[in-house]
């Protein structure tokens, strides 16, 4: 509510269209946003007219219907973007970074495709082709959120690196997509350590006994992906604009953020040494 009473002082009008007050405030809609990334549905419809619609309307008094409630996600792109940035967790020394593939259409559509032409490029990841995006992001060992950078699948993912990590320190781990004399060199120089595991043309080089401990644990970023997509439904391909598509994001990180199960790792060194001795 303060966000959206100091955008409007803020705001530059173009003089044309009317910015009149709607029945659903932007923190109704963005709370109904979160609620559906939840709610395990599937459907954002199905989600609005049965469980907003018949049970939370007393919550909600002035609902308004699906049609228009769509309308009215575009306005709350950015502030849920800023709500999002304040849900962030700390950095604890021991970061993972990786980057997903977020398909928006089947490979048989995409010379179709209308709604992300011109923003979305193809890109071949692990599975195959893919038409999309690409989300960048950087963990914690507890399963927090520490930066996230949204770009087209084309991308190079050590292009994002400099960004996401300015406010890291300690180790960071990746796979070996990552794999850059020049990274390496400019994030050790301000505390942080890039470690990936080697190619097989590559010569072999000393590893540390607690860096190859991390590395075995990196599959903990591949969980969190893996729920974003699956769980809080980042992904789908039913989009009809791209500020739709920047709100479910959105949505859907600040879903994760506030579950309180996240995937973790209990790290031991000690333990996991004299175990491997």
Not at 9 to 15: E, L
Not at 131 to 136: A, N, S, T, V
Not at 231 to 247: K, P, Y
Request: aromatic share 12%; glycine share 6%; net charge positive.
């Amino acid at each position: 509510q303060f966000f959206e009473q100091f955008s409007q002082t803020r705001t530059i009008s173009n003089g044309k269209r009317r910015r009149r007050a709607t029945c659903l405030s932007q923190s109704e809609v963005m709370t109904i946003l979160v609620l559906y990334h939840l709610s395990g549905y599937k459907n954002l419809k199905a989600f609005y007219l049965q469980e907003i619609l018949r049970h939370h309307s007393s919550d909600f008094p002035r609902l308004c219907s699906y049609q228009r409630f769509v309308q009215l996600q575009s306005r709350c792109v950015m502030p849920l973007f800023f709500y999002l940035l304040t849900k962030l967790g700390s950095c604890t020394g021991i970061s993972f970074i990786d980057a997903t593939p977020l398909k928006v259409c089947h490979n048989l559509r995409i010379p179709s495709h209308r709604v992300f032409r011109g923003s979305a490029e193809r890109d071949k990841s692990s599975t195959g082709w893919y038409y999309g995006f690409k989300l960048h992001l950087a963990i914690n060992e507890k399963g927090e959120i520490l930066g996230f950078y949204l770009t087209s699948a084309n991308v190079d993912e050590r292009e994002t690196v400099d960004w996401i990590t300015q406010d890291l320190w300690g180790k960071l781990i990746g796979d070996k997509g990552y794999i850059s004399k020049s990274l390496f060199e400019k994030l050790m120089q301000r505390g942080l350590k890039l470690i990936t595991k080697l190619r097989k043309n590559m010569k072999n080089r000393f590893v540390e006994m607690e860096d190859k401990l991390l590395l075995r644990k990196r599959a903990i970023i591949e969980t969190v992906n893996d729920q974003l997509k699956n769980i809080s439904n980042i992904e789908h391909s039913r989009h009809r604009s791209l500020w739709n598509f920047l709100g479910n994001l959105a949505s859907g990180l600040i879903a994760y953020c506030w579950k309180e199960k996240k995937p973790s790792l209990n790290l031991n060194f000690k333990d996991l040494i004299s175990f491997v001795a």
